[in-house]
């Protein structure tokens, strides 16, 4: 059975709005009306600027034939939540309507009152349906009770398209690459990729120690000359380079052309003098070739779209990668970074980028140089306190490069090591 659609929806507003947005698509009705519950002062100390993204996009998916209104309330005064939810209810329309709140998003106060809320007034106003509903988003589902009656299970089902770029939007967050742009210097990115990946010890040390070699140059031409930090300076920094001598630059280039086996730039179609092939070794080739697997995964039906690098404007928020399967997001952290600390940093943040973007429901994955993907994932259950395999997770150092695009899929589809 299918449970008719709410002719009044309430929905809390947390710090991940994605519940909010299918709550919002797949239970209310056209020209229904939607209350948004969020908490006073924007992000992190509330969720005001959450709401009013999130409620452009709602009206956007519903071409403005939908109602819409915000409920402010103070974070955690119990007394404020209740009497303003209830004060709602006491307004609506007499007569026979759904009403329902969905408590998956918000605090826990907020989640608690609201709760109690509208079993209260369940037993006042028997004229009416009242329906609790929560997103199961791991299992694509939706559990209902309607007060009083009985429980129910559906699936979700949406007829508008949600994309990464709404997701976005309502977290204030830019999408910087175009979506299904293949990778410029892909066959390159693959080569390098490859070196990275052999299963040969030797090889792989020597892949480290030509980057290493190329930092160590870099470091010194760019802290000796002038700070990279900004366009201005990159672009004073890449003429810099254009001046130097050609000896100079096969410095900088120079255990490169080794790794290689070549004696310009020019031969794989980089310009010594161009910061793209700067950039390109200090890690994008990396980045290049997962975004490259993951496209091949959209042809192939497994996600239905990736994007390459999403940041917060003034913020320092960024994640490299971001895949969309049906209701779920996908966060991949690329670095070519092997020292422990660095990389155990990295792997804090794409967990936390992650929560944020996508909630608990978020499949995370951290590609790094690092030489143990079993002491990645032991540093993982220390850092968040879990004895478990680490679920939703692909985690993946330099010994299991050689799997990743298996590894991959079988991440996505929820198949990767008997992890969810």
Known sequence: MSVEKS??????????????????????????????????GNYPLGTADIYEQLKIVIKEKYENRIQLEGIAVEKNEERDIKDKIAN??????????????????????????????????????????FILSYLDGEREELILELIGKRYYKQKIKIDQEISIGDIARIHSIEVEAKEDMEPKYLNLAQKMFQLAANKEKKEQEEVIAALEGFFKVFSFMSNKYISIRGKQNRKKLEKLLAKTEEEAEAKLF???????????????????????????????????????????????????????????KGKAFEVDIVAFRKYKLFCISVTICNQEEEVFNKLFEIKTRALQLGGQEA????????ESTEDLEKAFRNIWDKEENPKNTLLVAMDKLVEIEDNLKKWILGENNGRK
């Open 7 to 40: 002719d009044v929806l309430f929905l809390l507003v947390g710090t991940n709005p994605l519940p909010n947005l299918l709550s919002a698509l797949s239970r209310s009705r056209e020209n229904g009306l939607i209350y948004l519950i969020y908490t006073k």
């Open 88 to 129: 709602k209810l006491e307004q609506a329309a007499p007569g026979n309507q759904i009403i329902e709140l969905n408590f998956t998003g918000g605090t826990k106060i907020m989640s608690s009152v609201a709760y109690a809320v509208f079993k209260d007034q369940a037993l006042i106003n028997s004229d009416k349906t």
């Open 254 to 312: 120079g255990s490169i052309y080794q790794l290689l086996e070549i004696s310009s730039l020019s031969e794989v179609g980089l310009s010594e003098n161009s910061f793209e092939a700067i950039d390109f070794f200090r890690g994008f080739f990396l980045e290049d070739h997962i975004f490259n697997l993951l496209l091949r995964l959209k042809e192939q039906g497994v996600i239905s779209q990736v994007v390459h690098s999403l940041k917060r």
């Open 363 to 370: 499949g995370i994955c951290f590609v790094c140089f690092y």
